[in-house]
């Protein structure tokens, strides 16, 4: 269980949610963010022959597919199946990430993220165009945050969704290296499965109480608004959202809600204070983090809580910049009524 917490800690929750929350703005202007929250670049020679141009695969028996997502990927020994992380995990220095967001264009994007992706000054591994079926993609590999470590990416979609994947391996380690690229060649993507957006939500709330409208889920988060529309989860907005995590420790889930609010602060958002709170709530272990926050000259509140369950845990992340108070009493009435199953 160590091993998970760390990564909840460190990687999961400081990449994916960032990337997300920039997954959910209008037509994708911030992709770019997709891979540099996940790359940070050094200068190194292009290698094109890594991987190949075109990946055709069929939906083998020996292919899994990812519980919230529509991807089959093979699953290599030794590595672990973490569904409420979408990934694989052999250990700390070697797991493979999915994440797949629906109703977002990567077809009108990838241009301009290449071009920014150059722009930067980025001198990587390998970079290059793919083809992953009908879906075109871009395929990297770079030096990760961490300075022993590297990763391979691989970006692909269309007008309607965009799937993001990466492995990460130490430099080093060329035999890790050469499996991480034969799981993401192995991908195959069902763009017509009639998947269950909720599949992976390992919870229950009393939905009555704001009467907010599922929005939207990427993965293992899930997006709820007024409307229900993918644009109230901007920043600015009044809406919430619940994200599935293994069963991890007050002390990690505390460094989790740190993590969410330093990606807010990193795009504008400024919080009055930043107290976590360990209590217990609805007979859960809970850390609790409520501020009075603005964003663009808009004053609100931000209301963050992490459960912990017997087998699984929760977060949850309310904003509110109309109507603060009633609604902040709503959120966390709404926290009070979840059940973890």
């Known amino acids: 269980m160590r091993y998970r917490e760390k990564i909840i800690r460190y990687e999961w929750q400081v990449g994916i949610l960032f990337i997300l929350e920039k997954i959910q703005s209008k037509e994708m202007k911030n992709l770019f963010s997709l891979i540099l929250v996940f790359v940070v670049f050094n200068c190194f020679a292009q290698n094109e022959k890594i991987f190949p141009d075109k990946i055709q695969n069929v939906r083998a028996n020996d292919l899994k597919r990812i519980l919230g997502t529509k991807i089959y990927l093979k699953q290599p020994p030794g590595y672990q199946y973490i569904k409420e992380l979408t990934r694989f995990q052999k250990d700390n220095d070697q797991y493979l990430q999915v994440t797949e967001a629906d109703n ?53 979609g269309d007008e309607t969704f965009v799937v993001f994947i990466t492995g990460v391996c130490k430099i080093a380690d060329e035999i890790t290296k050469g499996e991480l690229r034969k799981i993401v060649g192995s991908v195959y993507f069902d763009k017509f499965l009639q998947k269950d957006p909720l599949e992976l939500a390992n919870f229950d709330f009393d939905h009555s109480i704001t009467n907010f409208k599922f929005s939207t889920a990427i993965s293992n988060i899930y997006f709820y608004s007024k409307d229900g529309l993918k644009d109230s989860q901007e920043i600015g907005s009044d809406s919430f959202q619940i994200g599935t995590l293994p069963k991890v420790s007050q002390e990690s889930t505390i460094a989790l809600l740190e993590s969410i609010s330093w ?79």
Do not use: H
């Open 263 to 341: 990606n807010y602060e990193k795009k504008g958002v400024k919080f009055d204070k930043k107290d976590f709170v360990k209590t217990t709530i609805n007979n859960y272990p809970a850390v609790t983090m409520t501020s009075n926050v603005s964003y663009n000259n808009k004053n609100g509140i931000s209301y963050m809580v992490a459960l912990i369950g017997e087998k699984s845990s929760i977060f949850f992340l309310g904003s509110a910049y109309n109507d603060v108070e009633a609604l902040k009493d709503k959120y966390v009435k709404t926290v009070g009524s979840i059940s973890i199953k």
């Open 104 to 156: 977002n264009n990567f077809t009108q994007s990838k241009r301009k993220f290449k071009e920014k992706l150059i722009a930067s000054g980025a001198k990587l591994y390998v970079l290059k165009d793919v083809k992953i079926g009908q879906f075109d993609g871009v395929y990297c590999e770079a030096p990760s945050e961490q300075f022993d470590k590297m990763q391979v990416v691989l970006v692909f």
